[in-house]
């Protein structure tokens, strides 16, 4: 299974994005979608899209996209908020969510900054894909897909666009 993972697209998602996700299977959306319930839709029908809410988000929303969501794909645990942090700084509540979910890949977004990081005392993968949209301080805008087969994930890639 593909996955692409995107964040921050504060209402916009750009062809040269589509084009990025066009082989994947999902997309999975680290909140501030932004446009009010447009843009969701916009990507939701573009691909399946597992989403969260996010600080800036419409709360009309939040009936579709949950402020965490906690699910499982190919044998791996999924855990995606907006406000997340990265080892050693996670916020307070991604820390609780974290620690009471245990899972093997926890995406967040909110930083606009791209990382991707393994966390040894979690034992996960942290995935902030960075900012898609072209609100915010970023210079570049990101995003990033991989494969999930039977509990691996491989095959990282990251996306890179001048704002």
């Known amino acids: 299974m593909k996955i692409g993972v995107l964040s921050d ?3 916009e998602f750009s062809p040269q994005f589509r084009e990025f996700f066009q082989p994947c299977d999902e997309l999975w959306h680290a909140g501030d979608f932004g446009g009010g319930v447009d843009t969701a839709r916009e990507i939701a029908e573009f691909k399946p899209l597992v989403g969260v809410v996010g600080n800036c988000d419409d709360r009309a929303l939040i009936y579709d996209y949950p402020l965490y969501r906690f699910f ?7 855990l995606i908020t907006h406000i997340g942090g990265f080892p050693g700084k996670y916020d307070s509540a991604a820390r609780r969510l974290i620690h009471s979910c245990r899972p ?7 930083s606009h900054i791209l990382r991707v990081m393994y966390d040894n005392y979690y034992n996960m993968l942290v995935i902030n894909p960075g900012a898609a949209g072209i609100q915010g301080f970023h210079t ?5 897909r991989f494969d999930i087969d039977n509990g691996n994930v491989s095959n990282l890639e990251l996306f890179k666009l001048e704002r």
Do not use: N, Q
Request: aromatic share 4%; glycine share 14%.
């Open 9 to 11: 697209t504060h209402g």
């Open 104 to 110: 093997d890949i926890f995406v967040c977004g909110h």
């Open 140 to 144: 570049l805008r990101t995003a990033v």
């Open 72 to 78: 499982e794909r190919e044998g791996k645990s999924i």
